[in-house]
């Protein structure tokens, strides 16, 4: 549920601006696959840890970037940001724990690991169904 506190700040109130709401959610997206990329391309050279940190640090950045938006500019700047931090931390982080795990437990935490983003994934969405059903 979007608080209406955020549509009047970001000025996204009212059907006209359905399409620009519609851009600043979706555009995470677009800075996840990015953040994919860079992840290919860095995380052989600095390290699976560094790489993490570095993700961990961009998506911080993004957090407050969205925290302090007053404008829908703004806000598309800074969800590309986290959006980044995240897409190097989940192309990332599942090599990492592949890399440093027992072989007896690989398997199982690689599983584990994609069922809770899977179920987080669920959760978000069924929560926000419902709260628009209300």
């Known amino acids: ?25 979706s555009i995470y997206d677009i800075g996840c696959f990015f953040g994919a990329i860079v992840a290919f391309t860095i995380g052989e050279r600095l390290g699976r840890k560094k790489t993490i940190i570095i993700g961990s640090t961009i998506m911080a950045v993004g957090c407050i970037l969205q925290t302090s938006a007053f404008s829908p500019a ?3 700047v800074a969800r590309i940001v986290s959006g980044v931090g995240n897409g190097i931390n989940t192309a990332t982080a599942p ?5 440093t795990s027992q072989s007896k437990w690989r398997g199982q935490l690689v599983v584990l690991e994609m069922t809770m983003n899977i179920f ?4 978000v969405v069924r929560l926000l169904y419902f709260q628009t059903k209300v």
């Open 1 to 25: 549920m979007i608080s209406q506190d955020y549509l009047d700040v970001l000025d996204l109130n009212g059907p006209s601006k359905t399409n620009l709401l519609s851009i600043v959610t």
């Open 74 to 76: 703004q806000m598309i």
């Open 120 to 123: 987080g994934f669920l959760l």
């Open 95 to 99: 090599v990492w724990q592949t890399e």
